[in-house]
Structures are given as C-alpha cells and as structure tokens.
C-alpha cells in the first residue's frame, strides 16, 4: 500500500535519511522506533510531501508521491503531527472541522464528526471549549481526530504519546488500536517503544538514519539488542 525506496534527505549539509527502505501493507500497524535525532520525524514529513528527497522514492498504491501535502492529503494519507499542534484559538469542533477543508462530501462529513466524538467522548464534552485550553492528553486527541476528519486510509501518527502521563499513554494507545479495527492503516512513530511494539505489526528500528532492523513486531521486541536499548531490559 504505502512503499518507500531508497530514500535520502538532507537538511542543509547534514544527511538526515541514508537510503531508508520500508513498506506498509493495508490494515497494518507499523511502527518506528529510534532515539531522538535517529530520523523518524523526517521520515514521515517526506512521505506526507513537507520534505522533499534528494534521492528515492514514495509510492502509494504504486503511484509516486512527490506533491504538495495537501495533494497527499487529497489521496488518503494524513499525518498527525508531533507536537498536536492544534490551533489553539478556535474551538474544538472548528479544529475538527478544519481536517475536513479538503472534503466535499457534506452527508458524509457530518456522519465523520459523529464518528469521531464518539471515539473520543472528552471533545464531545468540550466540542464550544477552545483548543488551547485543552489538556496535553486532550489535544492530542483531538490532534488525532482532526486527522480522522480528513477520511484517509493511512494515518501517519508522530509521537502521540510524547510528554503524556502514563494513564493517558495507556487510553491514546487503545485508542490507535481502536482505530486499526475500524479498518484504518498506521504508521507510528514512536519514542515509547514498548507500547509501540505491544500493538503493532511490525517494526522497523531506525538509528543515525538508517534502518537497522526489521521483522514482526515480536521479533523485534524480544531481540537482546533492542530490548537493552529501547526497552529497559538487561
């Protein structure tokens, strides 16, 4: 479904990517693990079109991505940013709203913003508040479900569970999972590789930008390597 070959991006003189390869199959949760700076983050900007490639390629249901974001958008994949980014001066359901800008289905919008509230009841409780003062758990929900808004079939997820407490860590993760079931496919990146791996199904291990190891998300989880690295054991 989502191929990418070979890719190298820069940033300026620094080589950020060094020829990743990776692929994502329909229905599939595929995560990302790595330490700060391995990539990640510049991983998923190139396929969702903010970063271009010096070398390689994206392909989606075996056509080239190499277009604006919202033309990626356009074709079914969403990127839910680290960081939530939400704008914080307007409401909650105006944010909602704003992931649908693209659509011109209005039935079928209005059928979404109730799908979505019911995946996530806390916005529907606060659908008048305004985003900014949400809670960090809170956005990220909505961050979420803005992104559900835009009907894609892949949803790229940056550090959903970054500076969370650990209750709310547990109920974003079910929520991904929750989202898998409704027929959805994910690519996750993710800095809390234990709860990454717990739900995915498969991972790729990324380091200094390049891809290191690859295999069923068991596999990955019980390697001695990555378990010393990414996952407290010794």
């Avoid at 990626?72 to 939530?84: F, L, N, S, Y």
């Avoid at 307007?90 to 992931?99: A, E, F, R, T």
């Avoid at 559900?148 to 709310?168: H, K």
């Avoid at 891809?211 to 390697?223: C, F, H, K, P």
Wanted: charge should be positive; proline fraction near 3%; aromatic fraction near 4%.
């Amino acid at each position: 479904m989502l191929n990418v070959k070979n890719l190298h991006v820069f940033y300026g003189g620094i080589h950020a990517l060094r020829g990743v390869t990776i692929n994502v199959e329909q229905g599939e949760i595929v995560t990302i693990i790595g330490s700060n700076g391995a990539g990640k983050s510049t991983l998923l900007n190139t396929i969702s079109g903010f970063l271009k490639p010096r070398e390689g390629e994206v392909l989606y249901k075996e056509e080239k991505l190499g277009a604006a974001p919202h033309k990626v958008v356009q074709k079914g994949i969403c990127h839910v940013p680290e960081g939530r980014l939400v704008f914080a001066n307007l409401s909650v359901k105006d944010n909602l709203m704003l992931g649908a800008y693209l659509r011109r289905d209005k039935n079928r919008i209005k059928e979404d913003l109730e799908k979505v509230l019911n995946i996530f009841p806390i916005l529907k409780e606060r659908e008048k508040q305004i985003a900014g003062t949400l809670s960090g758990g809170e956005q990220q929900m909505l961050a979420m479900g803005r992104g559900l808004m835009g009907n894609p079939e892949i949803i790229l997820l940056d550090e959903p569970s970054l500076g969370l407490a650990p209750l709310i860590v547990k109920t974003i993760f079910q929520i991904i999972s929750d989202i898998k079931a409704m027929g959805k496919t994910i690519l996750l990146v993710e800095q809390n590789a234990y709860k990454a791996l717990a739900i995915a199904d498969r991972a790729y291990v990324l380091e200094q930008g390049t891809i290191t190891m690859e295999g069923s998300a068991r596999e990955i989880a019980e390697n001695k390597k990555i378990q010393e690295a990414y996952l407290g054991k010794r």
